[in-house]
């Protein structure tokens, strides 16, 4: 697993060398602070093919590639705005990596000529905070702006942005049209007779975290009016829909930071479940499809630590690591008599068994 | 059509238990006071919060936003986002256009027809919160005249953008006023503490032992109406503790 700090430090760490009853992974190498990047890292991602490179956002305006071996930054491409946040395609041919930035238009950079590709504009706020390329279309990502929209993009188009999410569209009513298998829009995105169109919002603050589900069509955003949308994209009418499916009071969102959406690994039989790292500091764990939140994970009762990383592995048996502002990292795991975390009375804030803390912001790096 | 929804059961059930009766004595008002209470009482619009809703069904959000969206589309209820930081409102249909209605009385409106003209434009799109000018000018209702007066009267409020209005309703501020300072209160008792937390039954006896704040600035609403709209509106969630049920703050801020 790579972890990239706020102190602009990035770790890799052995997930296979858990020993014994304390539970400390092992560092196996990384990029000191200040070496790497300048400012703190806002994203970072594991080459999608293998682990040989990793690729890291940051807020001093660039975004590096690196050799996992050898520890060296192979490329840098100055994106000249602070990166809120970045995504690569794990399934396409092209090596495209997308950045959201503090800049109106989303970048499109391309790993095999090192250089910028495209500019993807449209948005009208001042920044884009989240991106995510989707997990079955290679060239469609969506993203999220300031202006409190989602957009989705197909970067074949000489006119790319396909159409804004609209919150009031709930039965497939409203503006613009997606066809996913079409290269022709239904309807164009700049006509529209509904008078109110430039107003169009998919949330009412500013979009900071996205995840695409597994068969690409849905959407799940977030934004700082602390709410959750699961987005339907395959409407009878083609049409972004907002599925209503409402995550309750206790979603909380104030900070522009990009929010890491964490889905389960999807399971016959189970309900899939959406991790969201609230800013008081508890995640919260939900049904994607219902809102219902399942469970809440908290290390005790009172902590402001805010979570700002999430990231999960396994599929039978779940695991969730979980950064947190303080500089822990911390393991959930299902408690192992079932195979997914079962209700509990959220009146008595527990936490999960098989807690794992280890401190990266200084302590055991003395030894590279 | 079905009349009835939990939604409108919903609606009907806040608004039964918004107010307290107003006693002979204790109230520290004197006759000329009460009586300018029970006016504004009336005054207000039968709104709910939408946080009210969630509040009465807390295990299923999901069910109270789509069947909300439905009885909407169904005509039943109007929506209203006035204020998005004061939270989304709804109210029955048959109040809205009843109130609507009874607007023909007053001298603010320079045409009664523009009220006919509203009324048939809202039911065409009974789920909308917002209109457009080009939706107003449709339904031929001019800036000049029509749109000034829905202004005047408090059927439209501007929307801080340019040609959109939104739908709202008279006295809703004076609404809106009363839920804010209420969860003001509520969250401001809380925060007070160290773990901002605090035994359900110690909040109640401060609010019943603030008399004259509870008759003259809200005006004699129920514990119950505001404590709903805080769980509801998720700044307070309930916790269950061996003295009874607790309230603690969760964070969300203005």
Redesign the interface.
């Known amino acids: 697993m790579i972890s990239g700090g706020s102190d602009s430090r990035i770790s890799i760490w052995d997930l296979n060398s858990r020993e014994g009853l304390r539970h400390r992974y092992e560092i196996i190498g990384g990029i000191p602070p200040k070496k790497g990047h300048k400012y703190g890292i806002s994203g970072i991602s594991w080459w999608p093919f293998d682990n040989g490179m990793f690729i890291s956002g940051s807020f001093d305006e660039t975004i590096k590639v690196w050799d996992t071996e050898a520890l060296e930054e192979v490329y840098k491409f100055e994106i000249g705005a602070r990166v809120n946040a970045h995504d690569i395609s794990s399934i396409a041919e092209h090596c495209l990596v997308a950045c959201a930035a503090d800049y109106p238009a989303v970048r499109l950079i391309d790993l095999r000529s090192s250089g910028a590709a495209q500019m993807l504009s449209s948005h009208e706020g001042m920044t884009v905070n989240s991106i995510k390329w989707s997990p079955t279309h290679p060239f469609m990502l969506a993203s999220g702006g300031s202006d409190g929209t989602v957009r989705l993009w197909d970067i074949r188009r000489s006119d790319a942005c396909l159409t804004v999410l609209n919150l009031e569209n709930t039965i497939g009513k409203g503006v613009g049209a997606v066809n996913l298998d079409s290269s022709l829009r239904a309807e164009s995105f700049s006509s529209s007779s509904t008078p109110a169109f430039g107003q169009v919002k998919s949330h009412r603050g500013v979009v900071n975290g996205l995840v695409w589900l597994d068969n690409g069509k849905k959407l799940v955003s977030t934004g700082t009016d602390e709410m959750i949308r699961v987005w339907d994209l395959t409407a009878p009418f083609t049409r972004d829909t907002n599925t209503l499916v409402n995550f309750g009071p206790l979603v909380r969102n104030r900070y522009l930071q990009c929010i890491n959406l964490v889905l389960s690994p999807v399971r016959d039989c189970v309900p899939q479940l959406l991790f969201f790292p609230s800013d008081t500091g508890d995640i919260l764990v939900f049904q994607v499809l219902t809102g219902i939140l399942i469970r809440r994970l908290a290390i005790s009762l009172n902590t402001r630590k805010r979570t700002c990383g999430l990231v999960c592995r396994g599929s039978e048996y779940v695991e969730l690591f979980s950064g947190n502002s303080d500089g822990d990292i911390i393991l959930w795991e299902a408690e192992k008599s079932a195979p997914m975390p079962h209700e509990r009375n959220s009146a008595t804030n527990q936490p999960t068994k098989n807690i794992l803390t280890e401190i990266y912001k200084g302590l055991e790096l003395e030894n590279y | 059509m079905a009349e009835l929804s939990d939604i409108t059961i919903g609606i009907k059930t806040v608004l039964s238990r918004m107010w307290d009766a107003v006693p002979d004595t204790g109230t520290r008002l004197n006759r000329d006071g009460i009586a300018e209470l029970l006016r504004f009482r009336k005054s207000i619009p039968p709104i709910v919060m939408i ?1 009210h809703l ?1 509040a009465l069904f ?5 069910f ?3 069947e909300l ?1 439905h009885v909407a ?1 169904e005509g039943l209820v109007r929506k209203m986002v006035v204020n ?1 930081n004061a939270g989304d409102m709804v109210i029955e249909s048959k109040d809205y256009f009843r109130i609507l209605h009874d607007m023909r009385q007053s001298d603010k409106v320079s045409n009664i027809e523009t009220l006919d003209k509203f009324e048939d434009l809202l039911k065409s799109k009974p ?2 919160t ?6 107003l000018a449709e339904a031929s209702i001019t800036e000049e005249e029509g749109i000034r007066d829905l202004l005047n009267i408090g059927f439209l409020v501007l929307s801080g ?1 340019p ?2 209005y939104l739908i709202s309703i008279p006295n809703v501020g004076s609404f809106l006023k009363l839920a804010f300072r209420t969860r003001k209160w509520v969250v401001n008792m809380l925060g007070k503490t160290k ?1 901002k937390e605090m035994l359900e039954k110690v909040v109640h006896e401060r609010w019943d032992a603030n008399v004259k704040t509870h008759w003259r600035e809200f005006r004699g609403i129920t514990f119950e109406w505001v404590m709903m709209e805080v ?5 307070c ?4 503790t061996p003295g009874g049920r607790g309230w603690k703050l ?4 203005e």
């Open positions: 946080s969630h807390p295990s299923d959000p999901t109270i936003e789509r969206q589309e998005q789920a909308v917002r209109l457009a000018k080009e939706d953008i040609g959109v773990w769980k509801g509106g998720g700044w969630e309930p916790f269950g969760t964070g969300k801020k």
